[in-house]
Every structure is written in structure tokens, then in C-alpha cells.
């Protein structure tokens, strides 16, 4: 399985920006996908995270009200919609698939991952 997360980019404080996270190499859907972030010196962070079927949702407190996960199992992608972005939200924001079948937000239950795209919010 490849995971491609591509969208990161520069933005101003209270802008908004559009993670898409590709999956490869699997037929099926039956997984999870999540979203965490790591900034400069951090700790890897959970951000979102979507069941297989898309009808149940997770996020971390941080960002409760201003990101929106969704996935769109005929192209095998999930989104993260990031509105009201903040300074704080600068990272390089990685998604991961999950083979279990409820949502995780232990990093150490995620399978796969992807390259990372990076956010930088300006203030």
C-alpha cells in the first residue's frame, strides 16, 4: 500500500487549506485513514481520523470545529479540510492507514504511512 499526501502550502492566519491523501496499491477500501502532524521538535500528534466507511469521524481537541476528514472511497482519497488555520497549526501533517476496524488515535496502530506534506501558517 502507497499513501500520497499532497495540498500543503503557505498560508495566512484564518486561511484555509485542502489535504488529499491518495491510496495505492489496494483494492479494497477496508481500512481507516488519519491524519497527524508533526511541527519542528514535536512529538507526531493526532489530527483526524475517518472509519473505512466514512460514517464515523475523530478529532483531536485542537482542531474540533475548524478541520472537516472526509474520504471518497471511489478514488481510494481522504481530505482534510483546514479552516480558521492558526500558527500553531504549522507542521508537517503526515496521513496513515489503519487496518483495525475502529478508529485509532495511537500512532502506533497505523500501518502504512505517507511522505507528509508540510503547512506553514503565517501570522
Known amino acids: 500500500v502507497q499513501l500520497q499526501a499532497s495540498g500543503g502550502g503557505l498560508v495566512q492566519a484564518g486561511g484555509s487549506l485542502r489535504l488529499s491523501c491518495a491510496a495505492s496499491g489496494r483494492t479494497s477500501s477496508s481500512y481507516n485513514i488519519g491524519w497527524f502532524r508533526q511541527a519542528p521538535g514535536k512529538e507526531r500528534e493526532f489530527v483526524a481520523a475517518v472509519s473505512r466507511g466514512g460514517g464515523n469521524t475523530y478529532y483531536a481537541d485542537s482542531v474540533k470545529g475548524r478541520f472537516t476528514i472526509s474520504r471518497d472511497n471511489a478514488k481510494k482519497t481522504v481530505y482534510l479540510q483546514m479552516n480558521s488555520l492558526k500558527p500553531e497549526d504549522t507542521a508537517v501533517y503526515f496521513c496513515?492507514?489503519?487496518?483495525?476496524?475502529?478508529?485509532?488515535?495511537?500512532?502506533?496502530?497505523?500501518?502504512?504511512w505517507g511522505q507528509g506534506t508540510l503547512v506553514t501558517v503565517s501570522s
Open positions: 496513515a492507514l489503519d487496518l483495525t476496524s475502529v478508529i485509532k488515535t495511537d500512532r502506533r496502530y497505523y500501518n502504512y
